[in-house]
């Protein structure tokens, strides 16, 4: 089992940044990926950007290249979402998710709001 608990969620005015983070409760280079998703009201879940841990390899959905970027501490078991000039379509529900297991399964937390206004 993993647990995760995301922070760092809130109101931000378009143009400014936020950093939020996902602490697990297992070392992170356990798992083989960790990313974070969005969902937006009436919308389906997206993923944002992701990180292979072996090797660190990113990727990052178009709308927010550029603009976003996730990194990792071992040390503090977390991971990171630094996200910079947002706009008002970034407004959504943030999930921090792991991919653990010999069965490559996903663990998801509870998912902190991030609203772009200004």
């Known amino acids: 089992q993993v647990q995760l608990v995301e922070s760092g969620g809130g109101l931000v005015q378009p143009g400014g940044s936020l950093r939020l983070s996902c602490t697990a409760s297992?070392?992170?280079?356990?798992?083989?990926?960790v990313a974070w998703y969005r969902q937006a009201p009436g919308k389906q879940r997206e993923l944002v950007a992701g990180?292979?841990?072996?090797?660190?390899?990113?990727n990052y959905a178009d709308s927010v290249r550029g603009r976003f970027a996730i990194s990792r501490d071992s040390a503090k078991n977390a991971v990171y979402l630094q996200m910079n000039s947002v706009k008002p379509e970034d407004t959504a529900v943030y999930y921090c998710?792991?991919?653990?297991?010999?069965?490559?399964?996903?663990?998801w937390g509870q998912g902190t709001q991030v609203t772009v206004s200004s």
């Open positions: 998710n792991v991919v653990f297991g010999a069965f490559r399964n996903n663990y």
């Open positions: 297992r070392n992170i280079f356990n798992f083989y990926r």
């Open positions: 990180i292979i841990t072996d090797g660190g390899s990113t």
